[in-house]
């Protein structure tokens, strides 16, 4: 075990810098970084059901995030207020609503994938393709230690 309190702060500050420096790049428009992370994950639980599907359930939306119900409910609110969003009813169980993306959601995400991938891009191009792919083992690395270490 690491008893160096000073690689221990530049990780955690190196940590926060990033995550700091990441959300602000994520922003568009009128959207905080958690609503364009709740658009994503609808649409990519979107993605993991049928074609019949007519929606994501809002529990499977805040279960994936780790929100509770109540930010879940309020993150909804301000996508379907800003037109992101359409809430549909179970004709057979009206407590259970499902949540789909609108036309203005769905070029919304299209904007910012594109964004992104030309963001990216730039950072490869910095850091080089080695370094990248190293960067890439090291972080799936120390997420695969933080789920151990959540699951212990």
């Known amino acids: 075990m690491c008893k160096n309190t000073d690689i221990n702060k ?6 926060i810098r990033l995550k700091r420096q990441s959300h602000a790049n994520i922003k ?4 905080y970084a958690s609503e364009l992370m709740g658009l ?3 649409y990519k639980l979107k993605m993991m059901q049928d074609d ?3 929606g994501v359930k809002t529990s499977d939306i805040g279960n994936y995030l780790f929100m509770k119900k109540s930010a879940t409910s309020k993150m ?4 379907e207020d800003k037109g992101y969003i ?3 009813y179970d004709k057979k169980d009206r ?5 789909d993306l609108t036309q203005k959601g769905i070029d919304l995400l299209d904007k910012h994938n594109d964004i992104m991938i030309n963001y990216t891009n730039s950072m490869i191009s910095r850091l080089g393709e080695e370094d990248t792919k ?3 083992n090291l972080l799936n690395r120390l997420c695969d230690i933080i789920e151990d270490l959540n699951e212990n």
């Open 10 to 15: 530049e990780f955690f500050d190196a940590i």
């Open 28 to 31: 568009l428009k009128d959207l």
């Open 40 to 42: 994503r994950i609808i």
């Open 52 to 54: 019949n599907s007519i």
């Open 76 to 79: 909804l609110n301000n996508l």
């Open 86 to 88: 359409n809430r549909l």
């Open 95 to 99: 407590r259970v609503t499902y949540i």
């Open 134 to 136: 190293t960067l890439v």
